[in-house]
């Protein structure tokens, strides 16, 4: 069977190598789509965190059962499934709150432990959500949606306020998407105007804000003064994690999506006055990926993935995701 694996930073590479065999309370999937998400360009790039190389990247999965052993899911053969890529203890202190997202020893599918971007996998049947009722293109955004739902669900989101979602990229757009759908008013903030605009016409944000000096003062109009009561970082960029707070009412919310290898600072009194909420959110849990399947309708899909390729061509296009100017939301690679 083929295989890609990141060798190092800048090295992909395509390999063969036997099917694996399934253990006891494992499925035997073959992978039909892979979506390609932030993790996976900064691991390519090599400022991903909690990584290590070499790599079989691939966490955003559509699969079919090839083979199954009788389970209380009712699973079978050929059905089709998304893949909730968290693997967790279920024993830490975390897992036993009922918070399996960020367990104590969790490993992430792509990250800590091999992913999906290979022909066939095996994937412990826990981890399996049916999803015969799914296009292959909705299952393999099912968990850069469930973030974004998970992150919602943190900040208690409630109908009728007003939020600045920071960063137009996949994750960010999830989030502004679910965020419409829960009542909320969202304005978008971003750097590349290409990806404001897709916000505003595809997502139908309510404000678009181009991140420069006026930035704050925009987003002090469109609120009457008042600002957004919460915010999203959605880029992991350390300038704009800062910043966040900047955008963020008397009272309000800030949640941290994104993720940055670097340190980051804050000036108390500025976050003290405000009486600041600092959360960070990270991955999501059973119920954040079946709320996403049951309104994955709503979200628009045919704008939202934006490149296509096969595993063979995958090496050959990477590096041009890695690039705005190719205007990529979402690339996916079909097995």
């Known amino acids: 069977m083929k295989?890609?694996?990141?060798?190092?930073?800048?090295?992909?590479?395509?390999?063969?190598?036997?099917?694996?065999?399934?253990?006891?309370?494992?499925?035997?999937?073959?992978?039909?789509?892979?979506?390609?998400?932030?993790?996976?360009?900064?691991?390519?790039?090599?400022?991903?965190?909690?990584?290590?190389?070499?790599?079989?990247?691939?966490?955003?999965?559509?699969?079919?059962?090839?083979?199954?052993?009788?389970?209380?899911?009712?699973?079978?053969?050929?059905?089709?499934?998304?893949?909730?890529?968290?693997?967790?203890?279920?024993?830490?202190?975390?897992?036993?709150?009922?918070?399996?997202?960020?367990?104590?020893?969790?490993?992430?599918?792509?990250?800590?432990?091999?992913?999906?971007?290979?022909e066939i996998i095996n994937v412990p049947i826990a981890l399996l959500l049916p999803a015969n009722n799914l296009s292959l293109e909705q299952m393999a955004i099912v968990e850069p949606l469930a973030i974004g739902a998970h992150a919602l669900r943190r900040a208690q989101i409630v109908k009728g306020e007003t939020v600045a979602v920071i960063g137009c990229g996949p994750i960010g757009i999830g989030i502004m998407k679910l965020a419409q759908l829960q009542g909320a008013k969202v304005i978008a903030i971003d750097v590349n105007q290409q990806r404001l605009n897709y916000a505003k016409e595809k997502i139908g944000v309510d404000y678009t804000v181009k991140a420069d000096d006026d930035a704050v003062a925009k987003v002090n109009e469109f609120t009457n003064n008042d600002l957004a009561t919460a915010v999203f970082d959605a880029s992991g960029n350390k300038y704009a994690l800062e910043n966040g707070p900047n955008y963020m009412a008397h009272g309000g919310r800030y949640v941290l999506v994104g993720l940055s290898k670097e340190y980051l600072t804050f000036n108390h009194p500025a976050i003290h006055a405000k009486e600041t909420t600092i959360m960070c959110s990270r991955n999501a849990t059973l119920a954040d990926f079946e709320y996403v399947i049951d309104v994955i309708d709503q979200f628009p899909i045919e704008s939202f993935v934006t490149h296509t390729v096969t595993y063979n061509e995958m090496i050959a296009n990477f590096d041009a995701w890695l690039k705005p100017e190719t205007g990529v939301i979402k690339a996916m690679v079909t097995f």
């Open 3 to 118: 295989y890609i694996t990141c060798e190092e930073p800048g090295t992909f590479t395509l390999k063969d190598k036997e099917a694996p065999v399934a253990k006891p309370n494992e499925a035997t999937l073959k992978i039909k789509r892979v979506g390609i998400c932030g993790t996976d360009l900064h691991a390519y790039a090599g400022n991903q965190a909690f990584f290590s190389y070499p790599r079989i990247l691939g966490h955003e999965l559509a699969a079919e059962i090839i083979a199954i052993e009788p389970n209380s899911k009712g699973l079978k053969q050929g059905d089709k499934v998304v893949v909730m890529p968290y693997i967790s203890c279920n024993a830490c202190v975390a897992c036993k709150a009922g918070k399996t997202n960020c367990c104590t020893n969790i490993k992430v599918l792509g990250v800590h432990t091999d992913g999906g971007m290979q």
